[in-house]
Structure formats: structure tokens, C-alpha cells
């Protein structure tokens, strides 16, 4: 009996060794002509809103409508005409199926978990949520994180997520409606990025943070506890405080 648990202790050390060799091998550094901003320096605030098993970002509607109309991101310019009624946006990326069949955790399928993770270049869509007040007021019981980006940080971030929407006719075409999203004014719209094991939600949202100029994990950012993990160690941030009832 002492053997086995000696082995199962190998084998889980080995397992964890494993895990913190590749996290370190795939971890991406921070730019820092992005981030952090420079004292003095005007900064954009966004949300790392989590909830449970998925992760979203969450931005102000007239900020982005302001920085897309100076850099021609067609696809967040017709987002941000269409949700300019709502102070805030919140924006989440996932497996088209899945996305939309599985809500909450309670709702989690097997068939339909193993077919997104492990079948190539499923396809994918966008999720997005008209929020009528700051995040933090809307998800009250949400694990949210506030992050200030740099201006330059911001429009590349921006730029990187115009180019995940899929529009019907190339750079003149339109927003890809799927349908009505799962709560909220939110609706689903096509995406033109992969869905599989190595690139799940949460690694959407570590790659927008990329872009930023922030430091990401990737293995880490698998999971949403892992994603503000990562944020709370490499880039120093921390939850905002729930809002009581």
C-alpha cells in the first residue's frame, strides 16, 4: 500500500513538474511600450469579468466606438453602432455548439465538451452583451478584474479583436448575426478563429490581454481561476470587491 501511494506521489509531483515546466516555456512577457501605462500617461480601464468555467471582456461602448471610427475596425464599428444604446459591452469567444448550449455549469454535456476540445478547427463564435451599467454592478457576484491599458495598448487590443469577427462579404460585409446569446440584450455572431484544447475561451481573453502589452500564461489561462491567477501574479492585479445586495 505504501508503494502505491509513493507512486501516485511520483506521479502527481511529475504531473505538477510537468505543468510548471510548460507554463514557464509558453508564458508570454509584457510589452512594456504598451504596459503598464506611463505615469502621466492617459489609460483606458477594461474588465476581466469571469464567471465560473468562462471568461469575457468587458469595455465601454463609446470607447470603442471612439478608437474604431479613427482606425477603421469595421466589425467593432458596426458592434458599437449596434449596442451604442449600452454603456457597456461585454464580449466572450467560444465553440459555436458548445457556447450556446451550455449556459452555466449545470448545463455542461459531455458529448459536446469532448467533440469542442478534442475535434479540430470547430467552429466558433462571439458573445455579446449590451450591459446597461459598469460590470461591476451588472455581475455583482462575478470575480471581475479591472485592468488599465495604455492608449496604443488599447487600439491594438481593439485591432486584434475587430479581426476575430467574421464578416459576411470581406472588408465592406457585415456582422454575421447567429441569433439571439444567453442573457441579456446579447446576441451570437460568426467568428473567424479556430476552436480546440490549446485555444479555449479563456485563451481569447489572454490573447486580447496580449495585445494590450500585458504578460500572459497560456497554460495557466486554460481555466478562468488560472486566467486571474495569472493576472494576480505577472501583472499585480487584483479582484474588485463583490457588490453587496
Known sequence: MRRLFRGIGYGLSAIALAILVLAGATARPSNPDLWPPKPGEPATEIFVVSHGYHSGIALSTGQVAAVVRKNGDLALSLLAERFGGYPFIEIGWGEQDFYASVPTVGDLQFGLAARALFRPDNKSVLHVVGLPDT?????????????????A?????????????????????????????LYGPSLFFRADRAFHMFNVCNHFVADMLSA????????????????LLDLKLRAGLARMPEVQP
Open 212 to 227: 494590450a502589452g500585458l504578460p500572459v500564461t497560456p497554460v495557466l489561462d486554460t481555466v478562468p481561476p488560472g486566467l
Open 153 to 181: 495598448g488599447y487600439a491594438r487590443m481593439l485591432s486584434a479583436l475587430n479581426a476575430t469577427f467574421a464578416l459576411s462579404d470581406g472588408a465592406k460585409g457585415h456582422l454575421q448575426v447567429l441569433g439571439r446569446g
Open 135 to 151: 460590470p461591476r454592478a451588472v455581475f455583482r457576484s462575478s470575480d471581475i478584474v479591472r485592468v488599465d491599458v495604455s492608449e
